[in-house]
């Protein structure tokens, strides 16, 4: 954003004002504030509820971290925390249904969408249909996600809590992060149950 504002020869066209940047700023804040803290909260719940996955977390975070405060090298480790994040993220996305706007008449599937049609994704449905996850899509199994994202469901797309395509979350990386970060250093710390 900083680049942006700069007067340069290759940002002529596209250089923002200060009034873009502060958008971008609140845009950063909203999309990244909320969600990521939603991630968090349902994980502590699913935590809490399932005591042998978290004992299985924090024998892991003790083993990569210890008692210190994690890196990225030590982040990238932690495998279960990784996959009880995603398992989180698919039973309660923290955005429960994205819209895309035709912006011409178009035929999608066998579905013929006319220009300006408001299509909605239903994140929180797709993440629980039983012919996509199977059986226990309703069940917290965070072993589903064992071989990676695109082979966890029996449509490689059917995980879609960051999205899909050209708008994608931006974010996503560094929300991973975070929370990876987070959850580890609680569970360093503390040891979760429901009261
Ligand atoms: C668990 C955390 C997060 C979740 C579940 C999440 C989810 C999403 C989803 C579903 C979209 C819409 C994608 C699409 O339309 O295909 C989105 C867009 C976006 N997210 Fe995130 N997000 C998270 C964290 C963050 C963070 C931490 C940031 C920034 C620091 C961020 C910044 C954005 C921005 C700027 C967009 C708009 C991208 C665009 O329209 O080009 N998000 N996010």
Not at 63 to 88: F, Q, T, W, Y
Not at 94 to 100: A, H, I, K, S, T
Not at 117 to 124: E, R, T
Not at 161 to 185: D, H, I, S, W, Y
Request: a neutral charge; hydrophobic letters at 45%; proline letters at 4%.
């Amino acid at each position: 954003m900083i680049e942006a504002s700069e007067n340069t020869e290759s940002n002529k066209s596209t250089k923002l004002n200060m009034d873009e940047i502060v958008e971008e700023c609140k845009t950063f804040f909203l999309a990244g504030h909320e969600t990521s803290s939603n991630l968090l909260t349902w994980t502590v719940f699913l935590l809490s509820l399932h005591q042998d996955w978290q004992t299985r977390l924090k024998e892991e975070v003790l083993k990569e971290c210890g008692m210190g405060i994690p890196d990225s090298d030590r982040l990238a480790r932690l495998r279960l925390v990784n996959l009880v994040l995603l398992e989180a993220l698919r039973l309660y996305c923290p955005v429960v249904e994205m819209f895309r706007e035709a912006s011409k008449d178009m035929k999608l599937g066998n579905l013929m969408i006319p220009k300006n049609v408001l299509v909605s994704i239903p994140l929180a449905k797709i993440h629980r249909s039983k012919e996509y996850w199977g059986e226990d899509a309703n069940e917290f199994n965070p072993n589903r996600f064992t071989n990676g994202i695109s082979k966890a469901a029996k449509h490689p797309n059917a995980f879609l809590a960051f999205g899909m395509g050209p708008r994608t979350c931006v974010g996503q990386n560094f929300a991973m992060l975070e929370a990876k970060a987070v959850l580890a250093m609680v569970l360093q710390r503390f040891s979760l149950s429901v009261i």
